[in-house]
């Protein structure tokens, strides 16, 4: 079975501060994907990453996928009480077609 | 682009009857949809894989004749939750993907399930 280990799996912070989400795997990815889901809504997707070491900016967001495709990482500046909800990496492993979805970081930005 | 709808956005229902949700990509045509579950807190489960014009692949757990899927058109998947009962509510959400090579997904926003 193919893991994708998100950590932390929570996280509350203070408006203001800068946080990292961490998503790792013992396998290679063919694409890696960052969603924000919030409370009864369906994921919306933040970016794809596809190359080993991209490092990809969205305004406070800067995501990198890691040299080798099995790590990747989420990097928010300055949190604000919008960026709370709950932030899942997903992606197909290479050789397979099914995407396979993290466990999940429940981030709270208290203002 | 890339609009993934479901309806209802939630429901509620008796314990044995049967409920359909609907999902449908707006403004592309979807070959593969996806359908998940999800429980409070917790991440996606993909329930089963929906292609256009062929039997759903549903993942290993998932019972077929309980969590029926129609991909009956390139813009519709319907996912069937036949005789609910209790433990069958949670959050469902399906998604769709631009083309069959393609990995990125765009999810609906999801329908809410209480069986009583």
């Known amino acids: 079975t193919q893991l994708l280990e998100q950590s932390p799996q929570f996280l509350s912070i203070q408006e203001g501060e800068n946080l990292t989400v961490y998503c790792n795997s013992s396998?290679?990815?063919?694409?890696l994907q960052w969603y924000r889901q919030e409370p009864g809504e369906g994921p919306v997707l933040l970016v794809t990453v596809v190359t080993g070491g991209e490092v990809k900016k969205l305004k406070r967001l800067t995501f990198q996928f890691g040299d080798a495709r099995k790590d990747s990482s989420l990097h928010i500046t300055a949190a604000q009480p919008g960026d709370t909800g709950l932030y899942l990496c997903a992606g197909p492993f290479a050789g397979y077609q099914k995407v396979t979805f993290g466990t999940g970081t429940k981030l709270q930005v208290i203002p | 682009g890339a609009v993934v709808s479901q309806h209802p956005s939630w429901v509620i229902c008796k314990s044995g009857t049967s409920v359909k949700i609907e999902c449908r990509s707006l403004?592309?045509?979807?070959?593969?949809m996806f359908w998940y579950r999800q429980f409070p807190k917790q991440s996606l489960m993909l329930m089963a894989t929906s292609n256009e014009g062929s039997k759903a692949t549903y993942e290993q757990g998932v019972e077929k004749d309980k969590f029926l899927i129609n991909h009956a058109s390139l813009t519709l998947s319907t996912l069937t939750v036949t005789s609910a009962h209790p433990e069958d509510s949670s959050f469902y959400i399906c998604?769709?993907?631009?083309?069959?090579?393609?990995?990125?997904?765009?999810f609906g926003p999801g329908t809410r399930l209480l069986v009583l």
């Open positions: 998604s769709a993907t631009l083309g069959s090579r393609e990995e990125t997904q765009y």
């Open positions: 396998s290679v990815f063919s694409s």
């Open positions: 403004d592309f045509q979807a070959t593969t």
